[in-house]
């Protein structure tokens, strides 16, 4: 079938991205699902930090890649062998899909998918296949998913269904940023009653963070950033203290958890200098492979302390987005509060900029 999509030609284009237009929308061709995929139209999809780095060339994947991996859609069609979903249904995409069967995929998402993994690094499928043509070219799927289009072919794996009260572009922030963000705050931290639990980063992924940590209301949540508005947006959905970097420093403010989502070395080195004695950094950011970090291996066990990566949040999206959608359903968990705009699919050019300078927590991509 044609459908029509945001191809990247080639990573590490210059900015400002309004005016170089790294992303290109072309009408591509779409194969029918394959045994065990799904054919999927997308309702809605959210603008990650992931997806500029990929643009940005921090993390080099092969092109042309057809971008975006965080989304929610209806399934059109499902391939052989695959009974588990019907036609009609919602369902929400996850980035990282699990086979089930490698040793990573039995530690309760601590480890990725091996898998899986590495199908994102080639840019195909679970199985290995690539379903999308560009005159007869073979284009790469981004993360499994590939949703900045109006539709996507995805491996059962890929997605996770949900009822029809969710709506899309809720649907589609729990895919991701909130499986990310929010999943690192339940499964890597844990935080006992009383303990505080620190977000360093307050991008989609910080903020969603932030909204879980408040919501399971185990301890003081504390806000760190650069940038004042989005510290005053912390207050506003329930941060008990918000400061920036330099202000964690001077006042020497420490926490029991703490969470760096930023993606940037300095980051991870202010996270773990404001985590108490005994307690825990977890890095959730994704840097550029090149950059690297100094800590004190001294401090590191003098003090008990306890870094650790995560990666989709330690997650298991089958397991975990349902508890997420029935705290949305509680009011606890006000996940409309991270869009802060909603784009059509010719505006992802300036939306890159618009996320790069840090103005934007989530922009949406409709597609009705």
């Avoid at 790294?22 to 065990?36: F, K, N, V, W």
């Avoid at 062998?81 to 995409?93: F, H, K, P, T």
């Avoid at 307690?279 to 306890?306: E, F, H, M, N």
Wanted: proline fraction near 7%; charge should be negative.
């Amino acid at each position: 079938m044609k459908i029509t999509g945001a191809v990247l030609e080639d990573c590490g284009r210059q900015r400002p991205y309004a005016e170089t237009k790294p992303l290109r929308i072309e009408e591509l061709d779409l194969a029918a699902p394959g045994r065990g995929e799904l054919l999927v139209r997308i309702e809605a999809a959210g603008l990650c930090h992931s997806d500029l780095s990929v643009v940005d060339g921090k993390r080099v994947r092969p092109t042309p890649m057809l971008l975006g991996h965080e989304a929610a859609g209806r399934v059109v069609a499902v391939g052989d062998d695959e009974a588990s979903l019907r036609v009609g249904q919602r369902v929400i995409m996850t980035f990282l899909p699990r086979c089930g069967a490698c040793p990573a995929c039995a530690t309760d998402g601590r480890l990725p998918c091996e898998k899986g993994s590495a199908a994102n690094e080639a840019g195909t499928l679970l199985g290995g296949e690539r379903r999308l043509l560009r005159d007869g070219e073979p284009v790469h799927h981004h993360l499994g998913v590939s949703a900045f289009a109006t539709h996507a072919v995805v491996d059962r794996a890929s997605v996770v269904p949900v009822d029809d009260d969710v709506p899309p572009d809720v649907a589609a922030v729990l895919g991701c940023a909130v499986l990310t963000g929010g999943g690192a705050v339940l499964n890597a931290v844990d935080a006992a009653p009383g303990e505080s639990i620190m977000i360093v980063g307050l991008g989609g992924v910080g903020m969603a963070a932030l909204l879980v940590a408040v919501a399971r209301a185990a301890g003081p949540v504390i806000a760190v950033d650069t940038v004042p508005e989005k510290l005053e947006l912390a207050r506003a959905w329930g941060a008990h203290e918000a400061w920036t970097p330099a202000e964690v420093a001077e006042r020497g403010i420490r926490a029991h958890h703490v969470i760096e989502c930023a993606g940037h070395p300095r980051a991870f080195e202010a996270a773990f200098e404001a985590t108490r004695p005994g307690g825990r950094t977890v890095t959730v950011g994704l840097p550029d492979p090149a950059a690297r970090s100094t800590i004190s291996p001294l401090v590191l066990t003098a003090q008990a302390r306890t870094v650790i990566g995560s990666y989709l949040g330690s997650a298991v999206p089958s397991r975990d987005i349902p508890e997420f959608v029935r705290w949305w359903r509680e009011g606890r968990l006000p996940v409309e509060n991270l869009i802060t705009s909603r784009i059509r699919l010719d505006g992802l050019n300036a939306a890159l900029d618009e996320l790069a300078d840090g103005r934007a927590v989530r922009q949406i991509v409709h597609f009705d």
